[in-house]
């Protein structure tokens, strides 16, 4: 079983839509999670992190936690073509070497 | 959030040529630094860590006298890309701080 699965997509949705992305993990040890994400060509941009299970939300963005589930959300409410991206989950443990593990990635394109 | 820089942001080189590729904290300072490389349409593969005043620690796989690693400060990581060869040629995205922020990555082509 692998540490984190997330669904490649591609995801293709129309604009004002909302849009959920999910990844599953498998390693009890993460602490904390996180979602970033990636235009193409250039570095991933951290868009939300927490350490609890519930929600937390940033604007147009909600990110769900359920650690007895292992299972961690991203929704999106009103979609924007400048949504259009690659969305990274990622996992980490606080002690240590601090190491992320990351998702696949789902590539999401926003229909105008 | 913080802000994380690679110099160069592309670079192109002929096979044997060594590379060296910067990555600095801009407004903080960083104990650990991480290198990634990131190949088309693919998730990000870490190669190694990067401590200050010591040695990188290695992904398994990871050539450790192919890929140099030097910390050298609080704000810089140097990944040297040594005798490089076509098959190096990938995106090479390098984050600092403890919820990783990420440089704009370097996209590396050896000829």
């Known amino acids: 079983q692998k540490e984190v699965e997330q669904d490649p997509g591609p995801l293709s949705v129309p604009e004002g839509a909302i849009v959920s992305l999910n990844c599953t993990y498998s390693?009890?040890?993460?602490?904390?999670f996180m979602w970033y994400r990636q235009y193409s060509r250039k570095g991933p941009e951290l868009l939300m992190y927490?350490?609890?299970?519930g929600n937390k939300e940033d604007g147009r963005f909600t990110a769900q936690v359920d650690k007895s589930s292992k299972y961690i959300s991203l929704f999106i409410r009103d979609s924007q073509p400048s949504d259009s991206a690659t969305y990274l989950c990622?996992?980490?443990?606080?002690?240590?070497?601090?190491?992320?593990?990351f998702g696949q990635g789902t590539r999401l394109t926003i229909n105008p | 959030g913080a802000v994380v820089s690679q110099h160069p942001s592309r670079v192109i080189c002929k096979s044997g040529t060594s590379v060296k590729i910067e990555c600095r904290s801009l407004?903080?300072?960083?104990?650990?630094m991480f290198w990634y490389r990131q190949f088309p349409k693919k998730s990000l593969m870490l190669m190694a860590t990067s401590n200050e005043g010591s040695k990188a620690t290695y992904e398994q796989g990871v050539e450790k006298d192919k890929f140099l690693i030097n910390h050298a400060s609080l704000t810089l990581s140097t990944l040297t890309v040594t005798s490089a060869h076509p098959e190096d040629s990938s995106f090479y995205i390098c984050?600092?701080?403890?919820?990783?922020?990420f440089g704009p990555g370097t996209r590396l082509t050896v000829l």
């Open positions: 407004d903080f300072q960083a104990t650990t």
């Open positions: 984050s600092a701080g403890h919820e990783q922020f």
């Open positions: 390693n009890s040890a993460f602490q904390y």
């Open positions: 927490t350490y609890s299970s």
């Open positions: 990622a996992f980490g443990i606080i002690q240590g070497a601090q190491k992320l593990v």
